[in-house]
């Protein structure tokens, strides 16, 4: 079994930062996909930030030149790096990984538990 565990949210005013963090633990062969999702109050669940093995990036139109994900292959954690945040972002933020827990075994996707994310004045 694979743990995903988030933290860095909480209240921040708007045009501050905030940096989360995901460490992956558990029964891990390999780590492919890690991403950052989003959930607002009334809203489906969107992709924010997605990155690779190999580091190759992506995000959704409403972060981009805002966020940035990055991540330590060797701490299996993923980070997202939020700037110039605006009350639009608050949600509660999701962290994913797809783990392969041994050679033998296929990819599952393993979801955190959540952190939340308010940006008000």
């Known amino acids: 079994q694979v743990q995903l565990v988030e933290s860095g949210g909480g209240l921040v005013q708007p045009g501050g930062s905030l940096r989360l963090s995901c460490a992956a633990s558990g029964s891990i062969f390999d780590v492919y996909a890690m991403n950052w999702y989003r959930q607002a109050p009334g809203k489906q669940r969107e992709l924010v930030a997605a990155?690779?093995?190999?580091?190759?990036?992506n995000y959704a139109d409403s972060v981009k030149g805002r966020f940035s994900i990055s991540r330590d292959n060797a701490k299996n954690t993923v980070y997202l790096q939020m700037n110039s945040l605006k009350p639009e972002d608050t949600a509660v933020y999701y962290c994913?990984?797809?783990?392969?827990?041994?050679?033998?075994?296929?990819?599952?996707?393993?979801w955190g538990q959540g952190t939340q994310v308010t940006v008000s004045s």
């Open positions: 990155i690779t093995s190999i580091g190759s990036t």
């Open positions: 994913y990984a797809a783990v392969r827990s041994s050679y033998s075994e296929g990819v599952t996707d393993y």
